[in-house]
């Protein structure tokens, strides 16, 4: 991994950044390299569907409008953002030399076909006596650094995050660059609205754009909100879906408004001078999973589409079209589950216990294929990331690394009983339940008929009944487990 040195000095052969999932102008070690080395400064970035997993259609529309935010924040350092699609390892190399850059620095990213393409793009610039040069950006640590006392990596969470922790803590956060300037000509680019990256016919993103505000600015905003008002309490009150209790700062992770080093030291600093240790060490144990996830995709590059166990390649998923869309669209007669569902179609998120009990019902109950649900998601979540997404889906799956056990099932009447009691969260996103009372509001069929009449619901028409019974959903669930149990 390339390190920023004092090595270079001015030249007047520009520097050319090239950008991807680091879509902000402080703490970015590959601006500040090129920044530091007095050359005149062009950015660029190139979108490549053919490297990798393209982006899903949520995550689309928010890279076009964070490109739009880091655009505005280059252009105020006096830096163009130049706009490419194509392969990288060829576009990079064609805009160097349009440009007759003498240094092309980028970060380093957790996609390893992405990383197969910097290698190449490598190769290519120094062939053309160009300086190439990686940085660190997207994780605390660097790949590798956390390891057992066998120099192994690790397979379980809680040890991995301990013997982070032993650590020296990450770099702190380096500010802005400053004095940049551009180059006299600038290669040209494509126009934003020309990478198709929204939709159209129909635009479905109404209730994305009600609810985000892409870019490092509104990162900011969020970030200090949450600690004057979420952090305290945090470890409390997290699991509840029904209230405003997290940051929700992950997609601004996910393409880099925020770096991960900033909001470690933000919510530390805050933690140690507040007191909050349970909170502050609860909020970063999940910048904590997320650096582990990575760590699982450096080990397995087929995270997404290869179980971690792999007894699960055995595993006798069932082909349920019907029982997927329903699930998909929020109408399996299960309030949570159908909450978190339809939340997650209007505003391309999900709360993340949510998540947990909509993924467990459909690989458990409805024993569909959890790689059916992590393209789901892939493609609907703004947060979708390339390491965490397929990770925790493995993690509730039980077929990942640090699994829960297949035998784990969450209930999703008592989870949401437990975790929305006053039914906020099922009355927002169900509507049509809203008129139930508490005690009914995550079982509508075992009410009363005098119940549901008052509260207008008629269950198989106004709302669905159950797509399965619970019950029998678990020991389906249990009993296919077991037959993979007989064939180890």
Known sequence: MSRLSNASGTDDAPALVRFGDDLRVDDNPALTAAA?????????????????RPPGGAARW????????????LAALGIPLVLRKGAADLVVPGVAASLGAGLVTWNHRADPAAQETEARLAEALRADGRQPRRFLAD????????????????????????????????????PVPQGTRAPADVPAGEALESLGLVPVAPDWAGGIAAQWRPGAGEAARRLAAFLDDGLAGYAERRDDVGVDATSCLSPYLRFGHLSPRRLFHAVRDRAGADGLGADGAKFIAELGWREFCRELLDQF?????????????????RDDPVGLAAWQQGRTGIPLVDAAMRCLWQTGFIHNRARMVAASFLVKHLMIDWRAGERWFWDTLVDADVASNPASWQWVAGCGADAAPFIRIFN???????????????????????????????????????????????????????VIDLDEGRKRALAAFEDIRRGE
Do not use: C, N
Not at 36 to 52: C, I, M, N, Y
């Open 301 to 317: 590059p087929a995270l997404h589409e290869e179980p971690i166990d792999h007894r699960f390649a055995a595993f006798q998923w």
């Open 36 to 52: 530091e080395s007095g050359r005149p400064v062009v950015a660029l970035f190139v979108l490549d569907d053919g490297t990798g």
């Open 62 to 73: 928010w890279l076009h409008h964070g490109l739009a935010a880091v655009r505005d924040d």
């Open 139 to 174: 994780r605390l640590f660097a790949p590798g650094e956390v390891q057992t006392g066998a120099g192994r990596p690790f397979r379980v969470f809680t040890p991995f995050w301990r013997a982070a922790m032993a650590l020296p803590p990450p770099h702190r956060p380096k």
């Open 412 to 466: 999703p009447v008592r989870q949401g009983e437990r975790f929305d009691p006053a039914g906020r969260y099922v009355r927002r996103f169900v509507p049509e339940l809203a008129g139930l009372p508490d005690s009914f509001i995550h079982r509508p069929w075992e009410a009363p008929s005098d119940v549901l009449r008052t509260a207008g619901v008629r269950l198989g028409e106004t709302y669905p009944r159950p």
